[in-house]
């Protein structure tokens, strides 16, 4: 990930705000469900455990040491580390080290598209990475651990979970499972492409070409799938991508970040041109923006977006 430092403030451009994994799916087709309360893991040198569940299950160490051995693989958990156990999978956990306690948090779960279809089968992740973000991750995780019902879920679980979850989805994404690889009916079919689409050209914007290349790879005619692609999210793949590139543009400019420079950092030799682009994406000048980053910063939100929802681009006067 690269990540830019100016005026006191670091931006990262892969993933960005609103620039990840998930963000090109629609919130209402996206179902989570913890199947049972949190694990609150704290185990001595006795512990061992060896089963199969029939849910995912993210494992998140807080101290101590926790090891396992799955599908082949011998995974050190440390404190930070989080592991995905996929349902279905065997594996074999313990604590390696007689001196210390294992502690951690283990949360069974289910992540539907559609409220059929499993998101994660959809997905190619590694199955332990080293959470980013870690020192402002850490509070949520240990909060979540320490809170969780005994023997029930709360919808303030579901919205926690989900920002740690989406963590680690960042951190251990791969890339998607072919559509065409996926038993699903024309119906269906169809709003997934679009989906996994958005969401490829959502995570890496600044890629060139990326929009051509994942028209290419939707199971589609490119004409037909194109089109249908519009129909959804109201732009063509090559007009969502310059619409999530501005979106990075936003926050360089909010940063301090001349117009110029702005530009040049994604990729536009003609500081006139990605002037132009800005404003027909966005609403407003790149300095227009600028102005109401400062307006913002003083309290007075512009006019239209009091209640904070902003539509793209801008009404004229907002």
Not at 60 to 89: D, F, H, K, N, V
Not at 104 to 127: C, N, V
Not at 263 to 284: A, M, N, P, V
Request: net charge neutral; with cysteine; charged share 20%.
């Amino acid at each position: 990930m690269d990540e830019i430092e100016h005026a006191d403030q670091t931006i990262a451009l892969r993933p960005t705000q609103g620039n990840g994994v998930l963000s090109g799916i629609p919130l209402r087709a996206l179902d989570l469900t913890l199947t049972r309360s949190a694990i609150r893991m704290r185990h001595s040198h006795s512990w061992s455990i060896e089963k199969v569940n029939a849910v995912h299950d993210l494992v998140i160490c807080l101290s101590g040491t926790g090891q396992y051995e799955m599908e082949g693989q011998s995974i050190c958990l440390t404190p930070g580390m989080a592991m995905m156990i996929r349902a279905g999978t065997p594996f074999r956990g313990y604590n390696p080290d007689p001196e210390t306690i294992y502690t951690g948090l283990a949360q069974h779960f289910r992540l539907d598209l559609f409220g059929r279809h499993d998101l994660l089968e959809r997905m190619k992740t590694r199955p332990v990475v080293r959470l980013g973000n870690w020192p402002m991750l850490a509070p949520l995780v240990q909060h979540y651990r320490a809170t969780a019902p005994a023997s029930s879920t709360t919808s303030v679980m579901h919205f926690a979970f989900m920002v740690i979850l989406n963590q680690f989805i960042e951190d251990a994404f791969l890339g998607w499972q072919n559509v065409q690889d996926s038993a699903l009916d024309q119906s269906e079919g169809l709003p997934m492409a679009v989906m996994i689409a958005a969401t490829q050209i959502a995570a890496d914007p600044l890629k060139p070409g990326l929009a051509d290349v994942v028209v290419a790879d939707a199971p589609y005619n490119d004409t037909y799938f194109r089109r249908e692609f519009s129909k959804r999210l109201g732009l063509t793949p090559a007009k969502y991508q310059e619409f999530k590139r501005m979106e990075i543009a936003m926050q360089l400019l909010e940063a301090g970040y001349s117009v110029a420079e702005t530009g040049q950092r994604l990729g536009f030799s003609d500081s006139y041109y990605f002037s132009r682009l800005f404003k027909r994406h966005i609403g407003t000048s790149p300095r227009g923006w600028q102005d109401q980053v400062r307006r913002r910063r003083d309290g007075a939100w512009p006019r239209g977006q009091e209640d904070g929802e902003i539509i793209y681009p801008l009404r004229p006067g907002v």
